[in-house]
């Protein structure tokens, strides 16, 4: 019986699709998955959905728009080889749809007829893509400033679209109230999202022939991302099936990068709130709800942060959509982090890097 338990304060919950956060305002972790053992590897299953007896769901329920491994690539950049994971061939368009197909997953075997959920972009298309897929009626709520390619998207899905003036918080905490009457299928809150992008770690292992990398490169928001890398690694180490967890090298936009001046500073909690404006929209994120994970992680793998301007954003963009990768500008900015740690790199060292 797994149940939720407050990352902050330590209060246990039974699992409940509707109980978001701790009674505290803490954000919920899951108390027991069942543990990663290679051997029960399907190897003719679709998808992410090999590692199904990792994931805390039933793959019997499961709602799939046929997402996961994505390929690993070599790519040479500034002369230095990175392995890119290809996180941008998902059916939505990022790697969010791992986390939405096992939370969706999940809140349908429960009987969940109504979501609500609020994001800058690419978490609300692919919880509103999975919502089609089970006939889950949702809402999304977006700020009124996000773009007109993500927002036509949402929409297509038959999704109710909701624009909030203000800030990305605005748009949360407009989504939470309505989460009264709905169930609150949040990326950031939400711990089974988190068991959907733990599989990019599974994936990783598996395609280096069940290696760790040295280094692997990661973006970081509210780090659904890393967290879900943090924890599947941390599964693999624990199974003994990869030697050494990877250093973490968390990206962020110069211009809103929080957790890494908390970093910096040594600090465990996020202390300045300021964002500006960023053209990685995707990670502009003031106040992560997770932020506290997100250092424990980072410094738990002697990792640290890489902070990237906008010219460096833009310069990577343009590189990587003039060699034919079609990515978007948040995706760059953990390439431009990526390049600027393999500046330094060893001779033979394996990074792993990502198209989101
Ligand atoms: C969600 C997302 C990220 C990472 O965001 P987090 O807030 O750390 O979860 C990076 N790139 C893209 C394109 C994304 O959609
Ligand atoms: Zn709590």
Sequence with gaps: MIHLVCERCGTVYEADPRRWRCDCGGPLSLDAVPPFVPAMVDR?????????????????????????????IPILFDGRTLLVKQEQLFSTGSYKDRGAAVLMTYLHARGVRHVVEDSSGNAGTAIAAYAAQAGIVCDIYVPADTSSAKTFQIEAYGATLHRIP?????????????????????????????????????????????????TLVLPVGNGTLLLGAFIGFHELVQAGVVAHMPRIIAVQAAACDPLAAAFEAGAQELQCLSAGHTIAEGIAIAAPVRGSEILTAVRATQGRFVTVSEQEIAGSLRECCRRGWLIEPTSAAVIAGARRYAAGMNPGEVVVTVFT
Excluded: M
């Design 166 to 214: 203000g800030s990305r918080e605005a748009a949360a905490a407009a989504a939470r109230e309505a989460a009264g009457t709905a169930v609150y299928a949040s990326h950031v809150y939400n711990p089974w999202f988190l068991q959907g992008t733990k599989t990019f770690a599974y994936e990783t292992a598996e395609q280096l022939g069940w290696r760790a990398p040295d």
């Design 44 to 72: 003719r299953a679709e998808g992410l959905w090999r590692y199904e007896k990792a994931l805390p769901v039933d793959a019997a329920d499961r709602v799939s728009l046929g997402e996961g491994r994505t390929p690993l």
